[in-house]
């Protein structure tokens, strides 16, 4: 069964930091760029950055440029977000997603939700002192 486990996720202090993991569970990443996404209450799933798998080029949402940074180790078959100078705006229900060969991430439309093929169950995020 082709799956993601996340973590990672928890309740964070104003201004801490994050790391979140995506491990691919039944399957390599080698094939698949990887978005990560994220959901707060009320809102619309958006898209934060997405790495591919070839050669670990990046591309980020314009609200996530300095403050998050996505990387995977491929031995691992996990991708991470490292999200820091945490604030209450950032709490959300975080999700990473597969993308066969990229065909999102190298042409810069990461960011819908349509078109990926595998999505992790979430982990939540929480910002609060």
């Known amino acids: 069964q082709r799956r993601f486990v996340e973590s990672g996720g928890g309740l964070v202090q104003p201004g801490g930091s994050l790391r979140l993991s995506c491990e691919a569970s039944g399957f390599t990443l080698d094939d698949y760029a990887i978005g990560w996404f994220r959901q707060a209450p009320g809102k619309e799933r958006e898209g934060i950055s997405c790495?591919?798998?070839?050669?670990?080029?990046?591309d980020y949402a314009d609200f996530a440029k300095g403050r998050f940074t996505i990387s995977r180790d491929n031995a691992k078959n996990t991708v991470y977000l490292q999200i820091n100078s945490l604030k209450p705006e950032v709490a959300a229900v975080y999700y990473c997603?597969?993308?066969?060969?990229?065909?999102?991430?190298?042409?810069?439309?990461?960011?819908?939700?349509?078109?990926?093929?595998?999505w992790g169950q979430g982990t939540q995020v929480t910002v609060s002192s």
């Open positions: 790495i591919m798998a070839s050669d670990g080029t990046t």
């Open positions: 997603a597969a993308d066969w060969k990229g065909q999102l991430c190298s042409g810069g439309h990461f960011g819908g939700i349509l078109g990926y093929d595998y």
